[in-house]
C-alpha cells in the first residue's frame, strides 16, 4: 500500500446549495465573489448598505445559477451584523463559507484625522469582520465544516498616505484571520486571507479617473492593474476542495507589485 493510501482525506467544500455570505456585495469585489460562488450553485447572502445596487447583484447571482438574498447591514453597527447573521441562518440556513469583503476607505492624513472617522474605519473594516465571523461560526462549529475568507489589503503591508487608519485595519484582518485559523481549526472550519493590489473597483476611483488608475498598471512586473473577477476566482478557491488542508494563510493577488517576504 502505497503511504499517501494510509491518510484518508475528506475534501469537504462549497457545494450546489451550500448558503454563502459575501458582505460589501452591491458592486466591485464583492459583486464579483457573489456572482463567481452563484456560478457554482451557492445561495447567496449579498450584504451591504447600497439597496439599489445590491439588487443588480442578486438579480446578477440569479442569472449566474445560484439564489440570492440582500440584506441591508451596516457593518460599523454591531447589533445590525448580529441581527443580520441571525436572519441568514434562519431564512437561509447555516453557512459553509463567510466573505468578509465590506470596507471603507475615506482619505484622511494622521495629523487632520478626528478620532471619530480613525474609530468608523476600524469598527467597519476590523470589528465588523471579526463579529460577522464570530456570529456564523457559532452555527458553523456544530456543522463542522466551513470556509471563512478575509479581505485584506496590500496597504496592510505598505502603508496608506492619507489612510494610516484603513492601514491599520487592514493589518489587523490579516493578522486577526491567522487567529481565528488558530481557534477555529478544532471545528474543521478554515480562514484565510486575500490580499489585493489595486484593483478597477470604485475605491480608488474616489480619488483618481479611470486613465490614471489604468495607466498605474505599466508599474505593475505583470503590466496591468487588478480586476474583480481577480479576486474572486481566489476566493473560489479558498472555498473549493483543493484548498481543503489550508488554513491561516494569506495570498497577495496583485500582478507583483508587492511580493511578500514569506
Known amino acids: 500500500m ?3 493510501d494510509v491518510l484518508e482525506v475528506v475534501r469537504d467544500h462549497l457545494k450546489p446549495g451550500d448558503v454563502a455570505v459575501v458582505t460589501g456585495a452591491s458592486r466591485g469585489f464583492g459583486r464579483a ?3 463567481r460562488l452563484a456560478a457554482g450553485g451557492a445561495q447567496v447572502a449579498c ?3 447600497l439597496d439599489e445596487e445590491g439588487a443588480e447583484t442578486v438579480d446578477l447571482c440569479n442569472q449566474a445559477g445560484g439564489q440570492a438574498r440582500f440584506y441591508n447591514v451596516d457593518m460599523g453597527e454591531p447589533d445590525q451584523v448580529v441581527a443580520a447573521a441571525q436572519r441568514v441562518v434562519k431564512e437561509m440556513g447555516v453557512p459553509y463559507g463567510v466573505v468578509n469583503n465590506a470596507g471603507i476607505h475615506p482619505r484622511a492624513p494622521l495629523l487632520d484625522a478626528p478620532l471619530d472617522l480613525w474609530e468608523r474605519v476600524i469598527r467597519v473594516n476590523l470589528t465588523g469582520t471579526f463579529l460577522c ?3 456564523f461560526v457559532k ?3 456544530q456543522k463542522k465544516r466551513g470556509s471563512i475568507v478575509n479581505l485584506g489589503s496590500g496597504r496592510a503591508i505598505e502603508g496608506a498616505v492619507n489612510g494610516a487608519h484603513y492601514a491599520a485595519s487592514k493589518a489587523g ?4 484571520t491567522k487567529t481565528m485559523a488558530h481557534e477555529w481549526a478544532t471545528y474543521q472550519i478554515r480562514v484565510n486571507a486575500v490580499i489585493p493590489g489595486v484593483s478597477l473597483t470604485h475605491q480608488p476611483l474616489e480619488v483618481t479617473n479611470i486613465d490614471e488608475l489604468m495607466a498605474r498598471g ?3 512586473p505583470m503590466g496591468r492593474i487588478g480586476h474583480p473577477d481577480d479576486i474572486a476566482g481566489l476566493v473560489a478557491f479558498y472555498m473549493g476542495p483543493d484548498s481543503s488542508n489550508m488554513t491561516g494563510q494569506s495570498v497577495a493577488i496583485n500582478g507583483g507589485q508587492i511580493m511578500l517576504p514569506y
Open 47 to 49: 450584504w451591504d448598505v
Open 218 to 220: 505599466s508599474k505593475v
Open 133 to 135: 465571523a464570530r456570529e
Open 2 to 4: 502505497a503511504n499517501e
Open 33 to 35: 465573489i457573489a456572482k
Open 139 to 141: 452555527h458553523m462549529s
Open 173 to 176: 484582518i490579516v493578522n486577526l
